[in-house]
């Protein structure tokens, strides 16, 4: 009896955590550059003293779905997509680097170039910063950014910096706690030549609103179930309990 329950119970348990997954997928449909994250559930057996013949059900989140989202134009001259496979590197907020396909660049008042998420976006050189003042940047599609000073003529020209562009594999990176990847080995991935980003477009999300919400309906079924399956078994063991007092 206790294997039913336990059972029953710990799908319950796990249910809820993919609902939560699900759930951060659908708040993220618009967030540029996001990439949806996986779940996938499989038993576990419980060891302990004796055989391990008891399971357990666990939700695992082995990888995220790698696929690009849609190219958005915007027509800012700070906005960059990456085109294909390919990551901008920015700075952690721990100093280290890491990378995104959030293109929504802006500066602040010291010219430090940072993304949406107010992380800086890293250089050949470490974090860019602008000469300020400037009346117009460009970004080529090598990640390549020009500048016109303030008050300079329209064919003055200066570059100032180069965007660290990387493309590791997708299969070697893995997501942290603040929402950006690095590699799994914990190294810092080396700029690619052959990586261009499209200037004034951003990369959409890649969450498919519908499937997601298709899901979190399933996922409530499910745990309607196993909870169904815990009071089977709350009623099974009253039952026993009553024919072992009858006799």
Excluded: C
């Amino acid at each position: 009896m206790d294997k039913f329950l336990y059972i029953a119970m710990t799908g319950a348990k796990q249910g809820m955590n993919e609902l939560a997954v699900r759930a951060n997928n659908l708040a993220n449909a618009n967030t540029d550059g996001f990439k949806s994250e996986m779940a996938q559930a499989r038993s576990m057996q419980a060891f302990g003293e004796g055989m391990p013949s008891r399971v357990f059900s666990m939700i695992e989140s082995p990888s995220a779905n790698f696929k690009n989202g849609p190219i958005q134009t915007t027509g800012r001259e700070l906005d960059v997509a990456v085109k294909g496979d390919g990551w901008l590197a920015v700075q952690a907020a721990d100093g280290s680097e890491a990378y995104t396909r959030a293109g929504s660049l802006k500066f602040d008042s010291t010219g430090l170039l940072v993304n949406s998420s107010n992380r800086a976006v890293m250089g050949d050189a470490g974090p860019i910063v602008l000469p300020l003042p400037i009346d117009k940047v460009h970004i080529s599609s090598d990640g390549i950014i020009s500048v016109r000073p303030q008050g300079a003529t329209a064919d003055v020209i200066e570059e100032v910096a180069r965007i660290k562009l990387v493309n590791p594999g997708n299969s070697e990176m893995m997501r942290g706690e603040d929402g950006l990847f690095r590699l799994k080995s914990g190294e810092v991935a080396a700029k690619d030549p052959s990586v261009h980003v499209e200037s004034g477009a951003v990369e959409g999300s890649n969450v498919n609103a519908v499937h997601e919400m298709v899901e979190m309906i399933n996922i409530q079924r499910q745990y309607e179930m196993q909870v169904k399956m815990m009071k089977n078994a709350e009623e099974i063991d009253q039952a026993s309990s009553s024919l072992l007092r009858v006799s």
